[in-house]
DNA sequence: AAGATAAGTTATCGTTGATAAGTTATCAAT
DNA sequence: ATTGATAACTTATCAACGATAACTTATCTT
């Protein structure tokens, strides 16, 4: 005996409106994927919540994995606006940096489950585990571009550091991994481990910006 | 049409040695975790390597969490071992702690799937989820504390650091999250996206261990 | 009114993890 | 030597999953 759908049914779209319903769709495997995370959130959940059957969802994505792709985009979206206000506003290329961390571990602690399907999702399909590193030269409408975007504008900044005199310890792109991998371990250990007696958070992202900042610069 | 099984037939085991199925289910999970993956390695898979219908894994293991728990012990055991030979062998508590880091780095690296079942796996069950951070205080029989203990041996050795003398910038315990993070970063980072061009592994590793120790000791 | 087609549906496929229920081999005690 | 108990299995089956094929229905254009 299936569970009946909770949801009301959705009245069929007009002609040339079915992008309308792609958004919801999005929506609400957004709420769902947020809710209870990429697998147990199902195709068929999704479509119960649209109001829709399931295969309609294959109308407007090819599977489920390309709704994640979407998604990943429209909230690494918000990030990448962020980084290039931080980009465009502070003049200090060191100072750049460490509001960058900032920028990226907030973030990430404020997303944690988005941050999770973008930047630790260990069962992912293939192309969505690659979407943190596409490389710009890649098609820029294809999605899953944020990540990678992110992390460029963090090896122009600390390009930007070196050619205004800092000397660094390793070449730019070497230091904006490190930075990247550093910032990251704060925010992956914050995320996955919610119930483990940290120290306060302020004080580990602080912290490890003091760090990595120290231990780059020569 | 099944794919017929490769695997010939196992006997039946006679009384008293269902211990050896047993360790033969667990050899086989674990070439096939190491093979394919956690997801992509199936109950039936696991049996026909085995020679054995499928059902019959249930007379070992409750389920499929069960028998990785089982392989994350048996593999962090060996670090454990690994980290505890460290502790006794090298006397300079700083030099202590960079060989922490590179042999948890290693291990890392050289144990993808197990290290992504305990330090990242955000959609495994939660029982798995929390296996790297149990603490002293929890059962030890208990499957999967591997990690905790580990983590315990570094706050151990910067604990012993700050009483050789020297003087940390921040409490034993925060140092000990803040190298963790660091490099766990980089384990974490190279293990979930191998295919981006990183830098030299060696060069991230010895990195982030001379950043570390720069930032954390006054 | 009629054809084209966008926007759906129902039915179904193969695969998954897991369970229920029955079977067979082995051992211990009579 | 037979019997009873039970360890060590098997076969059959379940519900849920992602995905597809094939069919229907509503809407727009001409």
């Not at 409106?17 to 697998?39: M, N, P, S, V, W």
């Not at 940096?97 to 941050?115: C, K, M, N, S, T």
Request: glycine share 8%; charged share 25%.
């Amino acid at each position: 005996m299936a569970v009946p759908s909770t949801a009301v049914a959705s009245s069929r779209k007009k002609r040339g409106e079915g992008h309308t319903r792609r958004e919801e769709i999005l929506q609400a495997a957004k709420e769902l994927f947020l809710e209870a995370g990429y697998d147990a959130t199902t195709i068929r959940r999704i479509a119960d919540r649209v109001g829709v059957s399931a295969p309609a969802l294959y109308l407007y994505f090819h599977d489920k994995e390309a709704m994640m792709l979407a998604l990943c985009d429209q909230t690494f979206g918000h990030l990448v606006e962020h980084v290039a206000f931080i980009e465009k506003t502070v003049s200090d290329p060191l100072d750049c940096v460490r509001q960058f961390g900032e920028a990226y571990a907030r973030f990430g602690l404020e997303h944690p489950d988005e941050y999770r399907l973008v930047f630790m999702g260990n069962n992912m399909p293939e192309s969505v585990r690659k979407v943190g590193h596409r490389m710009a030269t890649d098609d820029p409408t294809r999605p899953g571009v944020g990540g990678a975007i992110v992390f460029s504008r963090l090896v122009a900044m600390l390009s930007r550091l070196e050619a205004s005199g800092v000397k660094l310890n390793y070449p730019p792109d070497t230091c904006a991994e490190l930075c990247w991998m550093g910032i990251h371990g704060v925010v992956a250990a914050l995320i996955m481990k919610p119930d483990f007696p940290w120290s306060n958070r302020e004080t580990l992202i602080k912290g490890m910006l003091d760090i990595v900042v120290k231990g780059l610069v020569r």
